[in-house]
């Protein structure tokens, strides 16, 4: 298999576009891309366009892959659309580093476009639900994440204030990203007094719908050289897996961790050398989990490291620079490209004011979807500069 | 809310919100239980039941087990929000059953209060609406209720 | 790149399953598949699964493939959702090729699963009508079928009679097939006295919405062998394209035209090389269309050809020998598997008294969607005994 | 069908099927006409017009064209059956516009005969409804007629 580099990334704006539909913000998000990397369109031999919920949502219902792109003026090469909930994103990109990486193609763009932010809210909020067979018996999401969240604070003792903290330093770095929806840094007494939606879960913690595109363009580190003098950045995995069976006579292995030590291992690197992770929190406190399942600190330390400061910019390991997705909102397919072209922009030393001090390996965790007691998948990706 | 002269249907009608998932009592005395599928093989026991164990993944190792009379709370969450039909808030668990599995669940039959509900308490199964449909419909579903005097 | 086989494939009968839903359909399509490769379940490490208008028809709202294959037994592995249209079953194919022939698995399982046939008919007509940006503008598939035969009537003098004919050929060969949803053979009077669609299309001309799974599993022919005793069949090529755009200022070459070509350097055959074909007939006429398209026959010729009985089982070239979808009822997204099922039966010799004689290079043809004057996608796959 | 007294609506509304695809005349004389794109590097034209040119595929080089007042029938079928608030039988057409494209229309201001139809008539374009929705609005959309006297 051939080595795999990012070339190029790009995305929107996330949050409410009511002048856009999936075509337009997933045209925005390819040429976005295409500019960064720098390459002649027409050397994109082909395309990978993740969706969820278009079919429910918007006037498009199949084929939204080849409607986007062909609104992008890409048309003719094998285009391929695909869905895995939240996970999406990194499912096409995925495929497009098998593309490369196999001899295939030398060029693949991965793409992610979501369209959430309609008229009729109650149907977004369906489809949001109704993703798992659960949501017919009353099941929400935000009761899933406050109900983990509870073991966590029964197990460790965590606290509210862990909670806040987390939202504290995630508003204060989506602040400084122009990408994301809400740039307002939270406070502990404003993210604790907001209206309680799932106890221990207030308003500020849980992300929010929004509209979005992203998309990624990989290829060889020989073709990379050709097209753009922007460092490129190795994908050194993407590892993908979907749910276990739960069981009381076994213990069940956290999906994210199953995900993550394939990851490590397929990257020669452990989880002490990475610099800077985006990961999924589409409510905010549950970084304090993704933390331990990545390996990121030990058992019950979470509360310790978000105390510390450990996961800011600056800190030990820098989580959610972007701000996350409370932050950024969660236009779910386009999240997982989203938080590449983060990593990407950090590896380069491209973030800016966000900018993560000599990060020189990152990681994503995107994970999606609920069927028989578990996420329905789960991506790891290890980019290296 | 009864119903009113009028209505379009004579009386509510009562509708599983699936059908095979759960046993409702026909007669007195007569008791609630899920449906699941437990494996002869290894003994992983689903609910939902599926026809093909996720452990063993060989055929005809699963038969249909009727379980979850009993259980504790394991964990909840009072939710302050919800889809059209269903109430809000609503008590959303998960309950350890007596027979080893646990399983999602809405909790009924107690107010949506912190103080109304222990970790580890006694729960048991009823039969019992979720949510109204847009025909005027009571869906009924699973849940569970703490057990009277626990 | 490794050389990749089927190894096994398996299907539902197509048809309306009122007691069955996607869980179902899909779960009888791969335990048939498994069955028929002969291979130990745990051995299969990755599975994509395609399907078109669930979100749309069903309760299952996102991460189909996960609700699938969990309810078959199968948990933990990558499992990616596609759809790609009609094409979505090949398109689930060619990914598993990739990750066979690359290295990166030794295994790879498809499912292809729709379920078409519920209560509400009116909904399942919508859901096939806007795939296209055009149904709201009252396009309807079968007028654009309908208007593309008119230009060969037109153009070549082709008749209502020939395109019965086919029609003929195929329920005839359909009533010989277990799994097809349709089994009476039909006589050129019926066929022409059937209600008129669309001119020149009548009722039995066109296939019919129906539920039903396909799936198959493919491997490198090392492994192969070490599985099962049957024939292993060789992927000679799978090819994927787009459409491309049409103008008044150039040729607009036929996306299938375009598939086959690449499929044809591939695999390194020519036309003239394939004894069976199953195409994309959803309105059975349109295979004299098909037959021009991927150089079966010459310019002009395909009313000659269905005259001389040149693609009966017993012809130069076998097409639709499984009765094609009319016949076999059209699920969309199995029906590209359900075409490589008949395939690989065909070349080991297992189709029964639909045998075609000594064959021994196969290929499918699978079209789906419609997007800005053109096909969304085409995929054509060679197998070779 | 005329508006009946009582009904939600004082008068149906005309709905555009989507905005900035076609000019509905707003005066006497104005005439209807199709928003589409033309490359200014190759003279691709599609409509709906996309943003980027799908044969040079880079940006800029697409341009607002007026396109499509007139055009003949290129090939036609006559469709019995339709979704629902759409009439059938319709006539379903591709239509070679004077500038070039091809597009897909119905046909309408004539009967859907064989007879009264064509292949290379003149036709004209009208902005008029394809279809009711379901709160009884008219939902607008180009169309194209025999050019009388043709
Ligand atoms: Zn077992
Ligand atoms: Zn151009």
Known sequence: MREVVVLGVGMTRFGKH???????????????????????????????VANAMGQQLTELRGTIAQHVVSHAGFMGMPVINVENAC??????????????????????????????????????????????????????????????LRR???????????????????????????????????????????????????????????????????????????????TPITIAACELVSGTPTSADAVHVPIETRASRQ????????????????????????????????????????????????????????????????????????????QISEIVWQLRGEAGERQVPNAKIGMTENAGGWVMDDNAACAITILKK | METKLGDKFEGKKRVPVEEGLFHQPQATGEEPYLIAAKCKKCGFTDFPGTPVCPRCVEPGTME???????????????????LPGFTSPSIQSYVKLEEGPVIW????????????????????????KVRDD?????????????????
């Open chain 1, 263 to 338: 990851a490590y291992e397929k990257a020669g690197v452990g989880p002490e050398d990475i610099d800077v992770v985006e990961c999924h929190d589409a409510m905010a406190p549950a970084e304090l989990l993704i933390y331990e399942e990545l390996g990121l600190c030990g058992e019950g330390e979470a509360g310790r490291w978000i105390d510390e400061g450990k996961t800011e910019i600056n800190g030990v390991v820098a989580v959610n620079p972007s701000g996350g997705l409370a932050s950024k909102g969660h236009p779910v397919s386009a999240t997982g490209l989203a």
């Open chain 2, 105 to 128: 669940s809405l909790i009924t039959g107690v107010e949506p209060s912190e103080d109304a509900l222990k970790i580890g308490m006694d729960l048991e199964l009823v039969i019992s």
């Open chain 2, 64 to 82: 249909e087990a009727h379980i979850g009379k009993k259980g504790k709370l394991e964990t909840f969450s009072i939710v302050r929000s919800a």
């Open chain 1, 152 to 230: 966590l604070m029964e197990k460790y003792g965590l606290t509210r204030e862990h909670f806040a903290k987390v939202v504290v330093k995630n508003t204060k770095n989506g602040a400084l990203n122009p990408y994301a929806q809400f740039r307002q840094p939270r406070t502990m007494e404003e993210i604790l007094n907001s209206r309680v939606v799932s106890d221990p879960l207030t308003l500020l913690m849980c992300s929010t719908m929004a509209d979005g595109g992203a998309a990624a363009i990989v290829t060889t580190r020989d073709k990379a050289a050709k097209y753009s003098s922007k």
């Open chain 1, 18 to 48: 009511p002048d856009k539909g999936l075509k337009e913000l997933g045209t925005e998000a390819i040429w976005n891309a295409v500019e960064d990397a720098n390459i002649p369109p027409k050397d994109i031999p082909i395309i990978y």
């Open chain 1, 87 to 148: 996970s999406g994103g990194s499912t096409a990109l995925r495929s497009c580093i098998l593309e490369v990486a196999s001899g295939n193609y030398d060029v693949a763009m991965a793409v992610g476009v979501e369209k959430m932010c309609i008229a009729d809210t109650a149907r977004s909020a369906a489809a949001m639900a109704f993703g798992t067979i659960l949501g017919k018996f009353g099941f929400m999401f935000v009761g899933l994440y406050a109900m983990n």
């Open chain 2, 134 to 150: 847009e025909d005027g419909n009571e869906i009924i579903s699973y849940q569970y209720q703490p057990v009277k005097g626990s």
